[in-house]
């Protein structure tokens, strides 16, 4: 059985990336591959390779050789920068893994290892178009918050305001039982699909806490 990782990942911790990854569950099926990786983030397309701990994952263990193919849905699940999901796709053929894109039914390397040029192209122009399409997003919200300022309404978090710390904190209880168990910074991100400054904001309450604790 060829051994394949599955990549998922969205922009937003409200998202969900399941979907994701039971299609390419499913495909791994169909195809009799073995998924021996299954890495997810949530995180924008838009950050540097070096920023995202799942992308990071993805090529520390491609280094490892753990796996031959990573499928995903599309190719904006790679990255939404066409100059970052370029060089990660440029890194993984590198290893000589292939990358399966199921929305075009279609793999970046063919069986020798070497690069169908249709895919190359494919590729390049997706990549560009998912740059265009955040670049039109970020647009019209501008827009709207000028349009919404000039109508008097208030955009934003207003000055001198924060998200109360219970509040906060009662987001994240796996965090919290994460870091009471022991687990570092970066093993809580890893576990639980959130960022290294929220981990650490977790973790600077909760030694609060205890500081007050101990002090009275």
Same mark, same amino acid.
């Given at each position: 059985?060829?051994?394949?990782?599955? !990549?998922?990942r969205?922009s937003?911790?409200?998202?969900? /990336?399941?979907?994701?990854?039971v299609?390419? =569950? +499913?495909?791994?099926?169909k195809?009799?591959?073995?998924?021996?990786?299954?890495?997810?983030?949530k995180?924008?397309?838009?950050?540097?390779?070096?920023?995202r701990?799942?992308?990071?994952?993805?090529?520390n263990?491609?280094?490892?050789?753990?796996?031959?193919?990573?499928?995903?849905t599309?190719?904006?699940?790679?990255?939404?920068?066409?100059?970052?999901?370029?060089k990660?796709?440029?890194e993984?053929?590198?290893?000589?893994?292939?990358?399966?894109?199921?929305?075009?039914?279609?793999?970046?390397l063919?069986?020798n290892?070497?690069?169908n040029?249709? =895919?190359?192209?494919?590729?390049?122009m997706?990549?560009? !178009?998912a740059?265009?399409?955040r670049? =039109?997003?970020?647009?019209?919200? @501008?827009?709207?918050?000028?349009q919404?300022?000039?109508?008097?309404?208030?955009?934003?978090?207003? +000055?001198? =305001?924060?998200?109360g710390?219970?509040? !906060?904190?009662? @987001? /994240?209880?796996?965090?919290?039982d994460?870091l @009471? +168990?022991?687990?570092?910074?970066?093993?809580c991100?890893?576990?639980?699909?959130?960022?290294?400054?929220?981990?650490?904001?977790?973790? @600077?309450?909760?030694?609060?806490?205890l500081?007050?604790?101990?002090?009275?």
């Open positions: 059985m060829e051994k394949v990782a599955i !990549f998922g969205t937003t911790q409200e998202q969900d /990336y399941k979907r994701q990854v299609d390419m =569950t +499913k495909v791994a099926e195809n009799d591959y073995e998924v021996v990786s299954v890495i997810t983030e995180i924008s397309g838009a950050k540097s390779n070096d920023e701990i799942g992308v990071q994952r993805l090529l263990e491609a280094r490892l050789r753990m796996f031959k193919k990573v499928l995903v599309e190719v904006s699940r790679l990255g939404r920068s066409t100059l970052e999901t370029l990660l796709v440029e993984l053929h590198g290893y000589g893994i292939s990358i399966y894109l199921h929305d075009l039914k279609t793999e970046t063919d069986e290892g070497g690069m040029m249709q =895919t190359e192209i494919m590729l390049h997706l990549s560009l !178009f740059k265009n399409e670049r =039109t997003t970020i647009e019209r919200i @501008k827009s709207g918050m000028a919404a300022k000039a109508s008097g309404i208030h955009c934003g978090r207003y +000055k001198g =305001t924060t998200e710390r219970k509040q !906060f904190l009662s @987001k /994240y209880s796996k965090v919290i994460g @009471k +168990k022991g687990f570092s910074v970066r093993e991100v890893k576990l639980y699909d959130v960022s290294l400054g929220t981990v650490a904001k977790v973790r @600077k309450y909760i030694k609060e806490e500081d007050v604790l101990e002090a009275a």
